[in-house]
C-alpha cells in the first residue's frame, strides 16, 4: 500500500510496491512529484511498465527488481538506476536524462532516442538504437558493456552506440547479424573485431580517428563510473566503427 498522498511530500520517498499495480504506482509518483518529491527507492519492483515514463522533473529513481517495458519512455530529465535486469523498451523515445542498467535489458532499448544516455552492463536484445536520432546539441549514447543481439542500430538516423564486450567468453559473437540495417546516420563502436558480412549493405568497418578517440574517452570514463570499473582497462581497445558508407548510401537502390 502506498503512503496517502500528503500536500507537501518528502523530498526522498521509499516505496515498497510489491503489491502495487503498475498504473496505481505510476500515477502516484507523477502526483508527488508534482507536489515536490524527487528521490524515489523502489523496493519489490516485478514487471511493472511505464516506470519514470513522460515525466518531465529532474527526478532520481533506485530501482530495486526487474521493471516491465518501456521504463523511461518519453522522459525528460530524470536519472534511473535498475539494480537488476530490465525488460524491452527502456528509453523509448527518451529526450534527455539517464538510464544505468546493472543487469541485462531486453529488445528495442533506445528505440527512437533522441537524447540522453542508457549505459548497460550486460548483454542486450534485439534491434537495440533503432531510429536514433540527434538534434543540435543533443547526441543520443547506448553503452553496452556485454554483447548485443541482431539488428544493433537499425535505420540509426544520428547518436553512438558502443558495445564493449567486456567479460566476452567468445562463446557468441560481439554482435548479431543486419549490424546497421538501413542506417544512414550516427555511429557504431566496436570493442573488437566484427565478421564484415554482418554489416548492413552500404555500411563500412574502419579504425577511429582522434576525435573518435576522444569521444569514447569520455563515453567510456563515464560508464565506468557509473559501474566501479576501470576505464583505462576497458579503453585499452581495440576499437573500430561502423559508420554509412557515404551521406547516401542507398541511393543505387532506387530509381529516379
Known amino acids: 500500500m502506498l503512503p496517502t498522498l500528503q500536500a507537501k511530500p518528502a523530498e526522498s520517498l521509499e516505496l515498497d510496491v510489491r503489491d502495487v499495480p503498475y498504473r496505481e504506482l505510476n500515477n502516484y509518483i507523477r502526483r508527488v512529484v508534482e507536489r515536490g518529491s524527487r528521490r524515489f527507492r523502489l523496493n519489490g519492483i516485478n514487471g511493472h511498465r511505464y516506470l519514470a515514463t513522460g515525466i518531465e522533473v529532474p527526478i532520481e529513481m533506485d530501482v530495486y527488481g526487474v521493471p516491465g517495458q518501456d521504463l523511461g519512455a518519453f522522459m525528460k530529465g530524470p536519472i534511473v538506476r535498475v539494480h537488476n535486469n530490465a525488460q524491452d523498451g527502456v528509453g523509448n ?56 543481439g541482431d539488428f544493433l542500430g537499425e535505420y540509426m538516423a544520428g547518436g553512438a552506440i558502443i558495445v564493449l564486450g567486456l567479460e566476452h567468453d567468445g562463446g557468441r559473437p560481439l554482435v548479431g547479424n543486419y549490424l546497421g540495417t538501413g542506417m544512414h546516420g550516427g555511429v557504431i563502436y566496436l570493442r573488437g573485431q566484427v565478421e564484415p558480412w554482418r554489416l548492413g549493405q552500404g555500411l563500412c568497418l574502419s579504425e577511429l580517428t582522434p576525435e573518435d578517440h576522444f569521444f569514447l574517452a569520455g563515453a567510456i570514463g563515464d560508464f565506468a563510473e557509473d559501474f566501479k570499473l576501470d576505464a583505462a582497462a ?23
Open 234 to 256: 576497458i579503453s585499452t581497445g581495440p576499437f573500430y566503427k561502423v559508420a554509412a558508407a557515404s551521406s547516401r548510401p542507398y541511393k543505387a537502390m532506387y530509381a529516379y
Open 93 to 148: 523515445t527518451m529526450d534527455s536524462g539517464k538510464v544505468t542498467i546493472w543487469g541485462m535489458a531486453g529488445d528495442v532499448i533506445g528505440y527512437g532516442m533522441r537524447g540522453g544516455k542508457i549505459h548497460v552492463l550486460g548483454d542486450v536484445g534485439y534491434r537495440v538504437g533503432i531510429h536514433m536520432k540527434a538534434y543540435q546539441e543533443k547526441v543520443p549514447v547506448i553503452v553496452i558493456g556485454g554483447r548485443a
